[in-house]
Structure formats: structure tokens, C-alpha cells
């Protein structure tokens, strides 16, 4: 139907053409003609008003105009349509229409990450010394926008998390985008690696999330492991001792994102080393741990730090690559190179790690 319609088309425009063509040389004929054959009758009436009388072997011969006979334009025109409905329609270029084609359906890739800690920080940058932004909980789903090269993922909408407190959500939800013109709802698909299951309706029914367990759970011997403390457990646990009020929150939880070191240990380690900080090294010096407080003159070979947090973030550093990153990996196994000259240090390190868990 519609190559039917492009030949009349295309047929009207030849005719129209023609029409044009065939007007612009018939008008100057017409009116050459008609000049030419007043002034040869005009010529013999002005002769006979002079007194010249021409006798009929002197006269010569006057010839008549000559006029091209002209096809009718209307004669032309049908003759012409005729003639172009009987050619083949394959010698009839068709002019290209632009059709519009329904915009396609693109599918929008969504990267959902599972909190596996029972707090997460959500910092303002890819560093675990930014500002937290908001605390969240295990189970909780983060749309992840990309990953930074030291292990960090952006949160979409802003701030960014540990990649070692999260986990990639194997069923991922496809999100169809469909044109804004159209009305339809969009489609859900579900890839599951058995089938691909696309439903269409106008309510989507969206399924309770998993229930988040709140009860914090009780610390272990192993050092490297998520405690699930906040910066509000940790400032609970320093009330009444000389601890509180110097900011180490951040600084626990900092080690504990970047090199794993479980915050109950980091705090009982610095509860005993320091007598709850009132020990002579975390008053002048902000040792809070006895970093290189070696015997024989354990005061002034010991470490001296700017600020508390400061003896915090080494801590994590040393225990990550001499203990944990040669196998160190338990309170006991830490205690036999850490404090080798008191035995009941393990024990010591666990029974106030118990303790602050009753705190909370």
C-alpha cells in the first residue's frame, strides 16, 4: 500500500512539472503570433490611406506565420500519466521517508552489595581516615556505582564503604528502562543461573527484606574478624575510664576496616597496657599499647605519639604485618610474641573483651 502510494505521489510531482514546463513555452508563442499577424493586416490598410496602389505581380507573396502546433497541455499531461502508469514500478526510484523507530529497550546493570558486618561505617571518601557519614547494618543493601583501586566501593548516591565488610548479591535484579511515552510498568528479571522469569503487571509487590539481626554477637579469639561495633559502642564501653573523651572511636574502627583487626581486641589490648589509660606512657608519651616499650628501659624506648589515635592506627599497622600477616591469627598465638613474659596475658586480653560485650 505504501509503495502504491510513493508512485502517485512521485506521479503528481511529474505532472505538475509538466504543467509548469509546458506554460512557460506555450504563453511567448501565443503571443508572438498573434503580434506578428496584427501588424501584417495593419501593413496593407496603412499602404491603401497613403494613395500607393500595388498591383497583384508586384505584390509578393505574403506568407502566412508560421505556427508550430502545440499539443494541448490537457492531451500532454494524460498522455504523459499514461505513459508513466504503464512503465514498470521498479523504474521508480522511491523517495526515503524517515521511519520512526520505537526507541530500544536498554537494560540497566545494578550492582548490589550485601553488608556482611553488623555495622558499617559509610565514609565520605575512599579512606578509612574520612568522616563517617552514616552507620548501617548487616544485611543492609548498598547499590555500589564502582569500585576504587584500594578495595573501596562508591555507594551510589553518595559515600563509600570497605569492600572487605561487603559482599556482591549473586541474584542480581535487572531494572528494564522503557521509553517516557510509554505507560507500561517496568519489567522485573530475575537471573537465578536456572531460568530467566520476566514478569509484567501494574503492582509490583516487593518482598519483606531479610530481618536484621541487631543483638551484637559475642567477641572470639580470632583477631582478624568483625566486631560490629559503632563509634557510640565504643564511646559506651570508655565511660568511667580515662580513655573516653580522646576520640579513639574513629581510629579502632579505622583498623578494624583497613587491616581487619577485630575493635573488642584493639580495646582490651589498650585497657591492659595502659591500666585504662593512666599509665605513665599514655599520659606523656600517648602510648596507649607499650609500642617498643623494650625491658631495661621501657620508658624512653618507647614510642611517642602526637595524639592517642595516633598509637591506635600504628598498632593495627604493626599487628597486621608482624602477627596476623605471618600467621598470628589468635589472642594465644599473639600473646607468645606480643607479651611473652606474662602468661595470663591471653586470658587477661579475653576476660575484658567479655566484659565490654556485657556493657552494651
Known sequence: ????????????????????????????????????????????????????????????PVSSPVITATPSPISTLAEAAATIAEQPSTNLPEPEIPIEEEPAIQEKPVNTYEVSAYYLNVRKGPSAKT???????????????????????????????HGGYAKKVKNEVSVL???????????????????????????????????IEEELSAPTSVVKSDSGLTEAHIA???????????????????????????????????????????SRLAKSKNNLF????????????AFSFKT???????????????????GLTTIEKVARKYCPANSKWSSLVKNIMKSDYRKL
Do not use: C
Open 1 to 60: 500500500m505504501r509503495k502504491k502510494l510513493n508512485q502517485h505521489f512521485f506521479v503528481y510531482l511529474l505532472v505538475l512539472s509538466l504543467v509548469i514546463t509546458l506554460g512557460m513555452y506555450v504563453q511567448p508563442i501565443n503571443n508572438d503570433t498573434q503580434v506578428h499577424t496584427a501588424a501584417e493586416q495593419q501593413k496593407p490598410a496603412e499602404q491603401a490611406s497613403a494613395g500607393i496602389v500595388l498591383t497583384t505581380q508586384a505584390q509578393e
Open 131 to 161: 568522616a563517617i557519614l552514616k552507620v548501617v547494618k548487616q544485611g543492609t543493601r548498598l547499590e555500589i556505582a564502582s569500585k576504587t583501586d584500594n578495595g573501596w566501593l562508591e555507594v551510589q548516591g553518595g559515600g563509600y564503604i
Open 177 to 211: 528502562s522503557f521509553p517516557d511515552t510509554t505507560n507500561r510498568q517496568p519489567t522485573i528479571e530475575i537471573n537465578d543461573g536456572r531460568a530467566k522469569i520476566a514478569q509484567q503487571s501494574e503492582t509490583i509487590e516487593e518482598k519483606p527484606e531479610k530481618a
Open 236 to 278: 559506651k564501653i570508655f565511660e568511667g575510664t580515662a580513655l573516653s573523651g580522646h576520640d579513639l572511636e574513629q581510629a579502632i574502627l579505622e583498623i578494624e576496616e583497613e587491616y581487619g583487626i577485630n575493635a573488642y581486641f584493639t580495646i582490651a589490648v589498650m585497657k591492659l597496657e595502659s591500666g585504662n589509660g593512666k
Open 290 to 301: 607499650g609500642l617498643n616499650a623494650i625491658d631495661g628501659d621501657k620508658y624512653n624506648k
Open 308 to 326: 592517642k589515635g595516633d598509637s591506635v592506627r600504628k598498632f593495627g599497622q604493626l599487628l597486621s604485618k608482624n602477627y596476623v600477616g605471618k
